[in-house]
């Protein structure tokens, strides 16, 4: 058995000083790593905008646009239909099955329209008791509006070591400010599934709801759907698997098998 180093007090303790300089080296080292990190992003983002922007430009023309024929240079025009006119009467051909807007069971809304007098007679109507309704309703969208939420970790400080502390943010909330979820994922899909230009995008989100994230917010949004698709696919595999599992366990419960101390008497056809 080899014998043990005994080091003195004042050796401890230069070793202790010497660990919290190498630890505090290397904290400053990570922070300037992730500095460059979020700026080489911030870059990327910023060209991908700027490529895209010129991409727009060039796909104008004056069919999509307000620019003069002149300008098209040497590129053809619009394409005209070959399908002659005249061959099928306008409106649903026949044999083509119709949709009708059906009315719900349940609307969201019931506004009474009342009546306190007789339009052809003049008389009084209020105390006469009403024997029916006419339904008629009106499938419109709610008014867009964005809603804000205020997330609050709370800071404590504990009794037994002293140490402040603080609550934690959920994952997705990084910022003092920013957008959520639902917004990114509606202008991911105007940009990834609809190819509307950022500009476009921008427009429409500040007509409708009064915000719009930046166009270097959108791309990076682009950017990340696929890991984001990839961790919900494995969440509904994790839920599908317990699922399973469960009624496997269900399932050999009612067939006399033990499971946990429960015999269940078997169902039979």
């Not at 500095?35 to 010129?54: F, H, N, R, V």
């Not at 070959?82 to 609307?107: C, I």
């Not at 930046?214 to 984001?228: D, F, H, Q, R």
């Amino acid at each position: 058995m080899s014998d043990c180093i005994r080091l003195s007090r004042e050796q401890i303790e230069q070793l202790y000083q010497e660990s919290l300089a190498l630890i505090e080296a290397l904290r400053q080292q990570v922070a300037g790593q992730q500095a460059l990190i979020q700026g080489l992003q911030e870059q990327i983002a910023a060209q991908q905008a700027l490529i895209q922007k010129l991409q727009d430009q060039l796909t104008k023309d004056s069919h999509n646009s307000g620019k003069p024929p002149s300008s098209d240079g040497l590129k053809k025009g619009r394409r005209k239909s070959l399908r002659k006119s005249g061959q099928r009467p306008r409106g649903g051909q026949r044999g083509h099955k119709g949709r009708t807007l059906m009315q719900v069971a349940e609307p969201e809304y019931v506004v009474v329209h009342g009546l306190t007098g007789c339009p052809h007679c003049q008389t009084e109507l209020t105390d006469v008791a009403v024997q029916g309704h006419m339904k008629r309703q009106v499938f419109d969208v709610p008014p867009a509006s964005i809603e804000v939420t205020e997330h609050q970790a709370e800071v404590k400080q504990c009794p037994g070591c002293g140490t402040c502390v603080k609550g934690a943010f959920p994952a997705h909330v990084t910022q003092p400010t920013q957008y959520g979820p639902r917004l990114k994922a509606l202008a991911c899909y105007l940009y990834s599934q609809q190819f509307i230009p950022l500009a476009r995008i921008r427009e429409l989100l500040t007509a409708l709801y009064g915000h719009a994230p930046s166009e270097p917010v959108v791309l990076a949004a682009a950017t990340n759907l696929p890991a984001a698709r990839t961790q919900a696919w494995n969440r509904f595999a994790n839920n599908w698997s317990l699922l399973l599992s469960s009624i496997s366990t269900r399932v050999a419960c009612v067939s006399m098998v033990a499971c946990n101390g429960c015999t269940w008497p078997a169902q039979r056809s």
